[in-house]
């Protein structure tokens, strides 16, 4: 059964920093990848997706690596900004519904 | 505007009644999918469709049913059978071909 690690948990850093979040899968053989971003209380905002034939995919300040070999995916946000304050998740999946993390808790100090 | 629609955003209801959460999408996605979020976990997948009057069970479906009469809607029904209803649940639709989901805004149940 596909299992999706998050680490870190949780994370504070101030205003403009880089910063890195990572997600770990164990089985390799996704369709895809897909990022999300959730505000408290709401629903998920689909940030980023990489296919199983891609390494990364890039949005504005985001960039999103994918290594199917190791089971691994990194989430980069550049010059991070107090609104990047969320729960980010990763999910692996395809047709037949998505495994999700626990998610990485952000919160970016002004 | 193109999205996916829940309804409503906050339900309360009495244990041992049967309830049904709305879900609604006009994206003109073959796939939709119900998840269920409980504090401390990740989201976990209840019910799936890929097509119209198809359906198949997630890895939590005991206690829920659904239907796919319509390629827009697919509503979900918590039955008094589910032992723990309360949580949040989250609609999702997919786009053929990248399976990309797009998820609606939720709906929070409180069984008491």
């Known amino acids: 059964k596909q299992e999706v690690t998050q680490i870190p948990a949780a994370l504070s850093v101030p205003e403009g920093e880089n910063l890195v979040l990572n997600c770990s899968f164990t089985?390799?053989?996704?369709?895809?990848l897909q990022w999300f971003r959730q505000d408290p209380g709401k629903g998920l905002t689909s940030l980023l997706l990489?296919?199983?034939?891609?390494r990364e995919q890039t949005s504005g300040r985001l960039n999103a690596s994918l290594d199917k070999s190791s089971g691994r995916s990194t989430l980069y946000i550049a010059a991070s900004q107090p609104g990047d304050s969320a729960t980010y998740l990763c999910a692996v999946g395809g047709a037949d519904g998505l495994t999700f993390g626990k998610g990485t808790h952000l919160i970016i100090q002004p | 505007d193109g999205g996916i629609t829940q309804s409503p955003k906050y339900l309360f209801r009495k244990e041992g009644q049967n309830v049904t959460l709305s879900c609604e999408q006009n994206?003109?996605?073959?796939?939709m999918y119900w998840y269920r979020q409980d504090p401390g976990q990740g989201l976990r997948l209840i019910y799936y469709s890929q097509i119209v009057n198809d359906f198949q069970k997630g890895d939590i479906a005991e206690g829920y049913s659904v239907s796919r009469e319509k390629k827009e809607s697919f509503p979900l029904t918590v039955t008094s059978a589910q032992k723990n209803p309360t949580a949040f649940y989250l609609c999702?639709?997919?786009?053929?071909?990248?399976?990309?989901?797009?998820f609606g805004p939720g709906t929070r149940l409180t069984v008491t």
């Open positions: 990489i296919q199983s034939s891609q």
């Open positions: 089985d390799s053989a996704i369709y895809n």
């Open positions: 994206l003109n996605h073959d796939a």
């Open positions: 999702a639709s997919g786009a053929a071909g990248s399976y990309e989901q797009y």
